[in-house]
């Protein structure tokens, strides 16, 4: 399969690159400095584009069977954070020029700002107004994708990361803001990022959730 990869130099997204390059896809790395992805194969074209550029994605995307956006924005106490939504515009609008079908995006748990009810105390009071620019800006490209015709998305939304590569540990998913345990409490608060990878490219063949949000974690 081929796969352009957005966000590739991220933490998150060099495991996807790797991870994907292993079970023999064909990947397109989209990245603003290409410096910073130091991985080397024969099926990895590194590609430097405007992710807010419909005109600079879509020579990248053609030919293309899905993308994998692992595109990620920090928080500003100064300004509001929009990137989320302006790349994701320009995502789908080279998709569909490109003619691409299928997108796989991650955001968080909690990007609905009423999810967090359940949540640890330190994480509702504490870190979440930390971050909520950014989960705000999440929310808002989540709500996009849901009026988009022709694409099918899914939102993955993993908890807090960890820079740990893939293991055999159990994934749980669940159509939501946040995996619930028995009692309904957020089942956890982070995971490593090579099993958020893992759980990504388990997609590119599956329409398990197309056109849906799902939150995830390891067991």
Same mark, same amino acid.
């Given at each position: 399969m081929r796969i352009a990869v957005l966000g590739a130099s991220g933490q998150t997204g060099q495991f996807v690159v790797k991870q994907a390059l292993q079970q023999g896809h064909i990947v397109t790395a989209i990245v603003r400095n290409p410096d910073k992805l130091?991985?080397?194969?024969?099926?990895?074209?590194?590609?430097?584009?405007?992710i807010f550029s419909v005109d600079s994605l879509k020579p990248h995307f053609t030919g293309t069977d899905v993308v994998v956006s692992c595109l990620g924005f920090s928080t500003s106490f100064f300004s509001s954070v929009t990137g989320y939504t302006h790349s994701m515009r320009a995502i789908i609008g080279a998709m569909r020029e490109a003619r691409v079908h299928k997108i796989v995006t991650m955001t968080s748990?909690?990007?609905?700002?009423?999810?967090?009810?359940?949540?640890?105390?330190?994480? +509702?009071?504490?870190?979440?107004?930390?971050?909520? @620019?950014? &989960?705000?800006?999440?929310?808002?490209?989540?709500?996009?994708?849901?009026?988009v015709d022709n694409i099918n998305w899914t939102v993955v939304r993993p908890p807090g990361l960890k820079n740990l590569p893939s293991s055999a540990l159990e994934l749980l998913a669940n159509e939501g803001y946040f995996v619930p345990d028995e009692g309904g409490r957020p089942a956890g608060s982070a995971m490593g +990022?090579?099993?958020?990878?893992?759980?990504?490219? @388990?997609? &590119?063949?599956?329409?398990?959730?197309?056109?849906?949000g799902v939150a995830i974690i390891t067991k």
């Open positions: 130091t991985v080397r194969h024969d099926n990895l074209q590194v590609v430097e584009a405007d748990w909690y990007t609905d700002p009423n999810s967090s009810a359940q949540s640890p105390y330190l994480i +509702r009071f504490l870190l979440l107004p930390i971050i909520r @620019s950014v &989960l705000s800006n999440m929310w808002e490209m989540e709500q996009y994708l849901q009026q +990022r090579g099993d958020v990878a893992r759980f990504m490219l @388990s997609l &590119l063949n599956s329409n398990a959730w197309v056109k849906k």
